[in-house]
């Protein structure tokens, strides 16, 4: 019986997940490594989960349960962001269970099928269980098929709920894609299937919705009018690392533009929604990225690049090409820079330009609105001149926050106006630290709630703006640019064209 003294649209309270198990596959990789596990421990030191919870790992590993739970005490305390307490991880220390096998082993999925059975009785999980699925996308289908033989995967079967977690790159086109929303949407119904972009996750992203329709402030300014372009921009210092086999067969618009960015710009240009409800968003979002026009000349309106060795942060930088597991002939490209459109009332003839590249200057995601000049300005063109545009921009990372910037006197005997920023920045705003994006969405699984992931039709449609980049592309070799630069030059020429130039992130 609930809380009669609650009232249930009190937010305030935590949400706390039903009786549940987490299945991750993949569970010796990277992502469950300084992620997943951390973001567990995070959430039931927040007091987030609920006492009959169990974190089931499946891996090729000859492993019993202590050897997994030993290895996840010393990840979890590596990466945890809250301040560890023994205490806590004493409490999750006897649900951490493992299943050893391989993702076309028959055996082994009986396995976890028997032991989810068993923990219900055991652990009191009932018959609920969230499947995340930490593994290369190649691998999705075996393992959904091994959960459709099972019955795993069956909601009905297991007598509680069962959810999937699928982690991008979901397809590498539309075609792809298709495939694998039909497959996941087969083996699991609809509204249990979760695609985690972890962009959404962010507390800046998700800020952006709080900055457009908690406030009257932006609203009347917020369209076509006074809007003169925007510009996303998702930098990174780093180069490829140990990911050529997946980054060379991938590059940067399948990797971040067709699903980090193209949200990012779904969420700065969609309508209010009627309510601040899972389908509502999602339709809205969706209206955006169906609007999207592409460059008439594609040639002209994107830029393709690759790094070459050069110098970041004082330190040598080695060209893409020589980063180990490349094939030296490679044009896959580390730079992407494009304009977009959107055919709709509100955004008609405002450009948006995206850029995204590796070995950059510095590491840097921001959206930026670029209003446009006052029309007409009374003052002495020589007092002006280090006046630019009146500018929002919302800081996703590293330094998280927003920025407002535009003209103001500077302090004399002379009426000259330049630029100031007022800086809001979250560490300072508030006292609580931002919770890490993957400890929200794994919350947000096991609770239920699917706001924050996008469905079927927005990858999909997604990949209808990236499929015709990548067919023009093709045979074609990436500009090169010099590591510590911010991308090739023709990046600058392709915004020079038009009057304008890249925001100095």
Not at 116 to 138: K, V
Not at 269 to 283: K, V, W
Not at 352 to 368: D, H, Q
Not at 385 to 406: S, T, W, Y
Request: glycine share 8%.
């Amino acid at each position: 019986m609930g809380n009669p003294l609650r009232d249930p649209q009190d937010r305030r309270l935590p949400r706390i997940p039903e009786p549940c198990a987490l299945v991750i596959f993949g569970v010796t990789g990277d992502l469950a490594r300084k992620k997943l596990l951390p973001a567990v421990y995070d959430l039931a030191n927040r007091g987030l989960l609920p006492p009959s919870f169990v974190v089931l790992g499946f891996a090729r590993r000859d492993w019993d349960h202590g050897t997994f739970e030993q290895m996840a005490y010393e990840h979890a305390k590596a990466h945890a962001r809250t301040p560890w307490r023994e205490e806590v991880w004493a409490r999750l220390a006897g649900n951490i269970k493992f299943v050893g096998g391989a993702f076309d082993d028959d055996a082994a999925f009986d396995t976890l099928d028997r032991t989810l059975n068993e923990l219900r009785d055991t652990h009191g999980i009932g018959s609920n269980a969230a499947f995340y699925f930490s593994i290369p996308p190649a691998a999705f289908p075996t393992v959904l098929k091994q959960l459709a033989r099972t019955g795993m995967a069956d909601n009905e079967k297991c007598g509680g709920w069962r959810r999937v977690v699928v982690e991008k790159p979901f397809g590498t086109d539309l075609a792809s894609a298709k495939e694998l929303n039909d497959l996941v949407d087969d083996v699991f119904t609809g509204q249990d299937v979760f695609r985690i972009d972890h962009y959404l996750g962010k507390e800046t992203v998700q800020n952006i919705m709080a900055l457009r329709f908690a406030n009257s402030l932006f609203e009347p300014v917020w369209n076509s009018k006074y809007v003169d372009s925007v510009q996303i921009t998702m930098a990174e210092d780093v180069g490829i690392g140990t990911r050529a086999g997946f980054y060379d067969a991938t590059g940067t618009a399948r990797d971040v533009l067709q699903n980090h960015l193209l949200q990012l710009l779904a969420l700065v240009a969609m309508e209010e929604p009627t309510s601040f409800d899972a389908f509502e968003i999602r339709a809205e979002k969706l209206k955006v990225l169906r609007a999207i026009s592409l460059p008439k000349d594609i040639h002209e309106g994107t830029v393709r690049g690759q790094y070459l060795q050069g110098w970041v942060g004082g330190e040598r930088a080695r060209g893409y090409l020589d980063e180990d597991g490349v094939p030296a002939d490679s044009t896959t490209e580390t730079y992407v820079a494009v304009r977009l459109g959107i055919q709709n009332r509100r955004w008609a003839g405002v450009p948006f330009y995206i850029r995204a590249g590796k070995r950059l200057p510095r590491r840097v995601t921001e959206v930026a609105v670029l209003f446009k000049k006052a029309p007409h300005l009374p003052f002495n063109p020589t007092d002006v001149e280090a006046l630019g545009h009146n500018q929002l921009v919302i800081r996703v990372q590293p330094d998280e926050g927003v920025v407002l910037k535009f003209g103001s006197k500077v302090p004399g005997t002379t009426m000259e106006l330049r630029d100031i920023a007022m800086d809001f920045q979250y560490g300072e705003a508030f006292t609580e630290q931002s919770p890490e994006a993957y400890e929200r969405l794994v919350l947000d699984v096991l609770i239920g709630d699917r706001t924050l992931f996008p469905d079927a039709a927005e990858v999909e449609q997604s990949w209808q703006v990236i499929d015709p980049l990548e067919a023009a592309w093709d045979g074609h070799k990436p500009e090169p640019y010099r590591s510590g630069e911010w991308g090739p030059r023709a990046s600058d020429e392709m915004l020079a064209r038009e009057g304008r130039h890249w925001r100095r992130a």
